[in-house]
């Protein structure tokens, strides 16, 4: 039985506004499967969503990705 993320999970986690989270969901930034007026996040594509979006990596050498 796979524990799935709720947006105020991640509102709580991260203290981004509901309405953000939202959002990039909404953008299909951030994948979710809508239950009612809530959605359900699946941890590792929060896990990647925030990886994406790492700051503090360094700049690829020539040729690499």
């Known amino acids: 039985n796979k524990k799935y993320l709720r947006v105020q999970d991640l509102v709580d986690e ?5 309405e953000t989270i939202r959002s990039y969901i909404r953008k299909k930034q951030l994948p979710a499967i809508r239950m ?20 503090d990596r360094p700049e690829p050498v020539d040729g690499e990705k």
């Open 14 to 18: 991260t203290g981004l506004g509901e």
């Open 36 to 55: 009612g007026r809530d959605y359900l996040i699946d941890p590792a594509d929060w896990e990647r969503f925030k990886e994406e979006r790492r700051t």
